[in-house]
C-alpha cells in the first residue's frame, strides 16, 4: 500500500502564491504517476497537473498551465505543486494521488483546504 500526506494549503490573496507537497510512504516503488486534483464546493474533483515517477514527464491542465508547477524530489517521494498567480477560482481541496501502470487513481491523501480571497 502507498500513504500520501497532503501538506502546505492555507489562505492567500488573489494574485500570490502557495506550495503544496505531498509525500509518499509505503510501497512508493509501485507508483507510477503522482497527482494533484482539486474539488471545489459543489463541484466533481479533477485533475490539475500529474508527473511520471519515472522520466518526469508532466501533464498540466490547460485551465492552471502557467500558473501552477508540478515537481518532484530527487528521491521521488515528495511531489509538489507550486502554485502562483492564484484567482478565485482555485480555492477548492486540493488532493494527491497516486496509480500503479493502471489507468486509475487508486492512492489518495486526506487533502488540503486551499483558499483564495480577493
Known amino acids: 500500500q502507498v500513504q500520501l500526506q497532503e501538506s502546505g494549503g492555507g489562505l492567500v490573496q488573489a494574485g500570490g502564491s502557495l506550495r503544496l507537497s505531498c509525500a509518499a510512504s509505503?510501497?512508493?516503488?509501485?507508483?507510477?504517476?503522482v497527482g494533484w486534483f482539486r474539488q471545489a464546493a459543489g463541484k466533481e474533483r479533477v485533475l490539475v497537473a500529474a508527473?511520471?515517477?519515472?522520466?518526469?514527464?508532466?501533464y498540466t491542465d490547460d485551465s492552471v498551465k502557467g500558473r501552477f508547477t508540478i515537481s518532484r524530489d530527487d528521491g521521488g517521494n515528495t511531489v509538489a505543486l507550486q502554485m502562483s498567480s492564484l484567482k478565485a477560482e482555485d480555492a477548492a481541496v486540493y488532493y494527491c494521488?497516486?496509480?500503479?501502470?493502471?489507468?486509475?487513481?487508486?492512492?489518495w491523501g486526506q487533502g488540503t483546504q486551499v483558499s483564495v480571497t480577493s
Open positions: 494521488a497516486a496509480r500503479g501502470r493502471t489507468d486509475h487513481y487508486d492512492s
Open positions: 509505503g510501497r512508493t516503488f509501485d507508483i507510477y504517476e
Open positions: 508527473i511520471a515517477c519515472s522520466g518526469g514527464a508532466t
